[in-house]
């Protein structure tokens, strides 16, 4: 007898999962999430506040892990393939997002619990750490389609915005642009997307931090699995 | 017992949003497939033979007929677990080995001591156990072919359908292959192939389906289709004009023989007045029944 429909859809989506402990044996996103880590964890040991850290872990683990699960050229060609099995987009783009914030999410861990055994900080290394774990679901789910459609080249682009950009509140962004057209826009994708100031909140109970976060995970996902249906029904 | 693969008049367009006039992938195929047969589909590039797999595959979906794998329309999940696809260009994902990419995919058929079965049975199946722990995506064609076919068997498939096989393959990895698809059809897999260059597929299939441009023109036992005898004739030196119905070759002459007897033929070279040197009577090629095929039509 067949096993019920949920429990095929979890078994597909498991079926992505090992991708990740693979890439990071075999491939450079070992590499990259060891120093990541170290970095981080510099960064911890400090004066830093440990939510900003962990969202940040969880903001570049996230980045890297998508695009080292699922951005290259080779990756993408492949889905058409792997849609051969019997998987189906939805499960697929639900794997390989589990895969990658499962990176992003042990990079927070490391970072948090590095945080909480050199600053002594136990309780707040918990909220740090569930902040971080936000922002890397969240961050994944968005990412996951840009690469499945643009490839690297966006998963570096979105990198330089959320790293770079994405710590400032919306209003610090306008006073910066004094309030031009660009500083809007720019304010409006801080509002809108994923972005570390708001996941900051999740460390102090922001809940609705929280909601954000899911809501872009779910259309994250949907977003992803058109985008693999996309790509899987590309002539063989 | 259900019929592993069915199609009833089976129809596929094509809209391109720059072209009102869809284009015509499938314009008819009826056909259907017992369990354990090897069945080719030959007909020349465009013709509509990766579409027809894909359709058989569940991939698309047919505008009008119906295709059926196990009974259920392709499309259903139930008939995407009974087939299995090779397509034609090997794509893995990076990083992973050659057990990898197969435990990567029985994933999606079963978990724990089963999923480590199925992957022992496709690498022995294929032939694989040696490459085992080399990276898929340094294989080199024959191997990654082979990599196709195990991963199209993973999950005992009651059809399994392969897109140009044998392209870009020498002879004996060809024959090497073929083998391999004569085992898996013996342990009761129907299978499906396509091909644009039939040479050498005589011996392996058992049925030849014909297509050109989308249609279907001939579906027929290979034996019945490859049972018309050829006689060769070997001359001293091409003539300036063939007798009627003979075809000029390297060696010398070559024709149909149909009802006819080889006496009668080389009594016709002979009324030329020329010199033979030898003859011999061999049955068409696969090749030649895809031409013949292809000639109908065009007339």
């Known amino acids: 007898m067949p096993p019920y429909w949920h429990v095929l859809f979890l078994r597909r989506v498991l079926a992505e999962f090992p991708l990740l402990p693979w890439r990071v044996a075999r491939t450079r996103l070992g590499l990259w999430l060891a120093l990541l880590f170290v970095g981080l964890a510099r960064l911890a040991g400090g004066e830093t506040d440990p939510a900003a850290v962990a969202v940040l872990a969880g903001t570049m683990g996230a980045v890297v892990c998508v695009s080292g699960v699922a951005g290259s050229a080779a990756d993408r060609a492949a889905l058409t393939h792997r849609l051969l099995q019997p998987t189906t987009p939805i499960a697929l783009a639900a794997g390989r997002w589990l895969a990658a914030a499962g990176g992003a999410a042990a990079l927070v861990a490391g970072v948090a619990g590095y945080a909480a055994c050199t600053t002594r900080d136990g309780p707040g290394a918990v909220g740090a750490a569930a902040a971080g774990l936000t922002a890397a679901a969240a961050v994944s789910a968005v990412v996951l389609p840009l690469v499945w459609t643009g490839g690297n080249a966006l998963a570096v682009l979105t990198f330089a915005w959320l790293v770079l950009v994405s710590a400032m509140p919306p209003e610090a962004v306008i006073g910066l642009g004094r309030g031009g057209a660009l500083a809007v826009f720019g304010a409006s994708v801080l509002e809108v997307g994923p972005a570390m100031w708001r996941y900051r909140g999740v460390a102090a109970g922001d809940l609705g931090a929280a909601a954000h976060a899911a809501a872009w995970v779910g259309l994250g996902l949907g977003i992803a699995a058109w985008r693999a249906a996309r790509l899987g029904a590309r002539r063989l | 017992m259900t019929i592993p693969l069915q199609a009833r008049g ?172 004569q085992r898996l059809a013996a342990s009761g897999v129907t299978v499906l192939l396509s091909s644009s260059d039939p040479i050498g597929l005589e011996c392996l299939v058992d049925t030849v389906l014909v297509l050109r441009a989308g249609r279907l023109t001939q579906v027929a036992p290979a034996a019945a289709l490859l049972g018309g005898r050829v006689l060769e004739v070997v001359l001293d030196a091409p003539p300036r004009e063939p007798p009627p119905g003979f075809r000029v070759t390297a060696a010398g002459l070559e024709t149909d023989l149909g009802p006819l007897s080889a006496e009668a033929a080389l009594a016709t070279c002979r009324a030329h007045r020329l010199a033979v040197r030898g003859s011999r009577v061999r049955f068409k090629t696969m090749e030649e029944a895809a031409f013949d095929a292809a000639d109908v039509l065009a007339r």
């Open chain 2, 10 to 181: 089976v129809r596929r367009t094509f809209r391109r949003p720059w072209r009102r006039i869809p284009v015509v992938a499938i314009a008819e195929a009826t056909f259907e497939l017992e369990e354990s047969e090897i069945a080719c589909l030959i007909g020349p590039d465009g013709a509509g033979k990766s579409t027809l797999l894909s359709l058989a595959a569940g991939r698309l979906r047919p505008d009008a007929g119906s295709m059926r794998i196990d009974g259920q329309p392709a499309h259903t999940a139930g008939a995407r677990r009974a087939v299995g696809l090779a397509p034609r260009d090997p794509a893995f994902p990076p990083g992973l080995r050659v057990r990898d990419v197969l435990s990567y995919g029985a994933r999606c058929h079963a978990g724990g001591r089963q999923r480590r079965a199925a992957v022992d049975e496709a690498l022995d199946m294929a032939g694989l156990p040696s490459l085992a722990g080399r990276m898929a995506t340094a294989l080199s064609l024959p191997d990654a072919r082979r990599l196709l076919l195990a991963l199209a068997s993973l999950g005992a498939p009651r059809v399994v359908l392969l897109d140009e096989p044998f392209a870009g393959l020498d002879a004996v990895t060809r024959r090497d292959l073929g083998a391999r698809l």
